[in-house]
């Protein structure tokens, strides 16, 4: 039986390469984006210690100054986590961007492995028919043989 040989396995290659680079491009992505996630709840909770520093201080003697300080904090809290939510959001669209171009990259890839299964199976029928032959040949070759040794 002769050899199976798909003559666009190179571009299989190529299709599989490009999937593992797209799959880690997309872990990438989701890593950055979990990152920046953390970020974000280390801030709020930050934050909720800065509110909660702010709730202190005003049950005490009033400490004009500490107060203003901490409603400084406060805002530039805000301020931080607003950015860090746009972070995120940049982050997510990069996931986006990632999870669709590694689909379409799947994609082609199954499309090229299903080209390989259709060439294959091809490949089979031809060679099932090709050995079908040549045993109808062998076959009528010793019948003819028979015959002429009978005479």
Same mark, same amino acid.
């Given at each position: #039986?002769?050899? &199976?040989?798909?003559?666009?396995?190179?571009?299989?290659?190529?299709?599989?390469?490009?999937?593992?680079?797209?799959? +880690? %491009? &997309?872990?990438?992505?989701?890593?950055?984006?979990?990152?920046?996630? $953390?970020?974000?709840?280390? +801030?709020? %909770?930050?934050?909720?210690?800065?509110?909660?520093?702010?709730? $202190?201080?005003?049950?005490?003697?009033?400490?004009?100054? %500490? @107060?203003?300080? /901490?409603?400084?904090? #406060?805002? *530039?809290?805000? $301020?931080?986590?607003?950015?860090?939510?746009? *972070?995120?959001?940049?982050?997510?669209? !990069?996931? $986006?961007?990632?999870? @669709?171009?590694? *689909?379409?990259? +799947?994609?082609?890839?199954?499309?090229?492995?299903?080209?390989?299964?259709? !060439?294959?199976? *091809?490949?089979?029928?031809?060679?099932?028919?090709?050995?079908? =032959?040549?045993?109808?040949?062998?076959?009528?070759?010793?019948?003819?043989? =028979?015959?002429? /040794? /009978? =005479?």
């Amino acid at each position: #039986m002769a050899r &199976f040989v798909y003559r666009m396995q190179s571009i299989l290659n190529i299709k599989l390469k490009t999937e593992d680079q797209a799959r +880690m %491009e &997309f872990g990438a992505a989701k890593h950055r984006l979990d990152l920046e996630n $953390d970020r974000l709840e280390q +801030m709020m %909770e930050k934050r909720l210690g800065y509110l909660e520093e702010g709730r $202190d201080l005003q049950k005490d003697r009033l400490k004009v100054h %500490e @107060i203003i300080d /901490n409603r400084q904090y #406060m805002k *530039t809290m805000d $301020d931080l986590i607003e950015q860090q939510k746009q *972070t995120i959001r940049k982050a997510e669209k !990069a996931v $986006d961007v990632a999870r @669709i171009r590694l *689909t379409t990259v +799947m994609q082609e890839r199954k499309m090229q492995e299903k080209l390989r299964e259709k !060439a294959f199976e *091809t490949f089979v029928q031809d060679e099932k028919e090709a050995e079908a =032959r040549e045993t109808d040949q062998r076959s009528s070759f010793t019948y003819g043989q =028979r015959i002429q /040794n /009978n =005479r």
